[in-house]
């Protein structure tokens, strides 16, 4: 077997590659500009203008690219920091929100999580969440917005712990919050780092060190600050779970972080935590046991999400994966495991906005998107090494929205199969048939309702099909693990619907979750799960 050189080696070791997550007007697009301008990609950070408008239209990142001209994609972001070599991957909130944001998180090796320290966890931060923690990812806090009104400190991390069901452990701790806000205290240390105006964020700014006993200290918290931070931290070191590196690396342990994105303050220090406590990429899964990128010498990567027609003119698609080990280079020749023969990666991007450039080198950890035939599926295996295997399958997320769908011209029923059927392939959105009724009608289940309009919108223009979409009243979807299970004898709520799904997997549909407890309670061993495996 051929060895991995120590250059491959060095240049995965450098990389680290993070989802970042939030619910819409966390920060996260502060946060990331603001990554940009430790990392020197920009040199100077500002609001993005004209953002909030065109929010709808377009990601957040590809009005910063506008914006500043440098090279942030809708999906993927590289940047240096120091040694390291540094992939952001956006997890798209708002309304396009759907299944890939959480395909997403399938190739990332940990997770930043932004909170709005005045709101604490909400809604679709939960969500991402869950699948973070079915991979068990490390998941970093990063409470921003400390220069406005905040919510108690204590409360915040206890809302974490209960509703996402994870510990925690302040890194820092902050001091006063909104106007009173002073800085943060770094409990390694043990000094109090002092929040200084950076003239709102538009320069990194300095940031005073300065020791708890310090005299200096009372020049820049009050008495009343500092009482109140030796009181907290007294209270947290006593009841707070203590650092703990094995049980962050596992995603049992979330290291929290306070700060202020819009004016800086916190971000570096955080970066710097972050960044140490995260790991380079790590051994995967695959049907023939671990690849681990610090041994397996040839490329090989993942396919994690597709995307049809980028560049309308050439009606392309693109697939996007993740690279888990070795080199790879522009043009080479790899094995497609579920095509059962070798491809050539052709037009290898970095980019995935409206712009692209091409790469000729990426390494594992990297993303990388490349020109797909039409041949590629998610969840794919693409490997150059003479072993033969296939990494473990993204699953399938429980659509939420769902909707009846039939072709208006009733002679098109052909373009219309087809178009739904590579639509579904490609993942945008996940098709359901009623189940042993003969019926041919096609329920269409999403993550987040624009899908729907996607689907219309490609049928019509790439299909030449029109379609009629019924929404339906269901808002929950279930697998049955226990395939055994005699689906005709199974009795639910009234309102409960059996589908199956394109691999012919039984389901259910659900109009609420007290439809899914009585369910489960009429039929006794009945296993359901919310992801599809
Ligand atoms: P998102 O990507 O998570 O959706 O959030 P984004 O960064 O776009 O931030 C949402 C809003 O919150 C923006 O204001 C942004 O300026 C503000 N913001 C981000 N971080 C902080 C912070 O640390 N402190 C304060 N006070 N505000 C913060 P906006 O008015 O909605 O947009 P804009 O017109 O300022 O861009």
């Not at 080199?327 to 495991?337: L, P, R, S």
């Not at 090494?385 to 002679?411: C, L, N």
Request: glycine letters at 8%; proline letters at 3%.
């Amino acid at each position: 077997m051929s060895q991995i050189s120590n250059e491959v080696k060095e240049q995965i070791k450098k990389r680290r590659t993070f989802a970042i997550i939030s619910h819409p007007d966390a920060g996260k697009t502060t946060l990331t500009e603001k990554f940009l301008l430790y990392g020197g990609a920009i040199n100077q950070a500002g609001s993005v203008k004209g953002k909030a408008t065109a929010r709808h239209a377009v990601s957040d990142w590809m009005e910063i690219e506008k914006e500043r001209g440098i090279s942030v994609t809708s999906s993927v972001l590289q940047f240096h920091y120091n040694d390291y070599c540094i992939n952001i991957l956006d997890t798209p909130g708002h309304q396009d929100f759907s299944e890939d944001t959480y395909r997403t998180l399938m190739a990332a090796d940990s997770a930043v999580m932004v909170i709005d320290a005045s709101k604490g966890v909400e809604a679709q931060t939960r969500k991402l969440f869950k699948v973070c923690t079915m991979r068990h990812i490390p998941i970093f806090t990063f409470i921003n917005k400390m220069d406005r009104e905040a919510m108690d400190t204590f409360e915040l991390l206890d809302d974490i712990e209960n509703e996402l069901g994870i510990a925690t452990c302040p890194i820092n701790w902050p001091i006063g919050s909104g106007k009173e806000f002073r800085g943060v205290y770094d409990r390694a240390s043990k000094k109090v780092e002092v929040f200084s105006d950076t003239h709102k964020g538009t320069t990194q700014g300095e940031v005073e060190k300065v020791a708890l006993n310090d005299p200096e200290l009372s020049w820049l918290i009050t008495d009343s600050q500092k009482l109140q931070l030796e009181e907290e931290m007294e209270l947290q070191d006593g009841a707070g779970a203590v650092f703990d590196q094995d049980l962050v690396s596992k995603g049992e342990l979330s290291p929290v972080f306070f700060g202020s994105a819009l004016t800086n303050f916190g971000v570096e220090t955080f970066l710097q935590h972050f960044l140490k406590m995260t790991s380079s990429p790590l051994p995967r899964k695959s049907d023939a046991g671990l690849i681990d990128p610090m041994k397996e010498p040839d490329f090989s990567a993942f396919v994690f999400k597709i995307q049809a027609n980028m560049n309308k003119a050439h009606r392309d698609r693109i697939a996007f994966m993740r690279i888990c080990s070795g080199e790879f280079e522009a043009g080479m020749d790899v094995w497609h495991m579920q095509g059962g023969k070798k491809v050539r990666l052709s037009q290898p991007q970095q980019l995935m906005a409206s712009e692209r450039k091409m790469i000729e080198k990426a390494y594992g950890g990297d993303i990388i998107g490349v020109f797909d035939p039409g041949i590629f599926s998610i969840g794919d295996t693409l490997t150059a090494s003479a072993k033969r295997f296939s990494y473990e399958g993204i699953p399938t997320f429980a659509p939420e929205h769902f909707a009846r769908v039939r072709q208006v011209d009733t002679m098109k029923r052909k373009q219309f199969i087809k178009g739904i059927n590579q639509i579904a392939q490609e993942g945008a959105i996940q098709i359901f048939q009623e189940y042993n009724t003969g019926m041919e009608e096609i329920i269409v289940g999403v993550v987040g309702v624009l899908q729907f309009d996607v689907l219309k919108y490609r049928l019509e223009n790439e299909y030449n099909v029109e379609i009629r979409l019924d929404t339906l009243p269901y808002e929950h979807i279930r697998w049955i693990e226990n395939t055994e299970i005699d689906m005709d004898r199974l009795t639910g709520t009234s309102d409960m619907k059996k589908v199956k799904d394109l691999k012919d997997r039984p389901l259910l549909l659900f109009v609420n979750e007290w439809s899914i407890r009585m369910t489960v309670d009429r039929n006794e061993g009945l296993i359901l799960s919310e992801f599809g495996r």
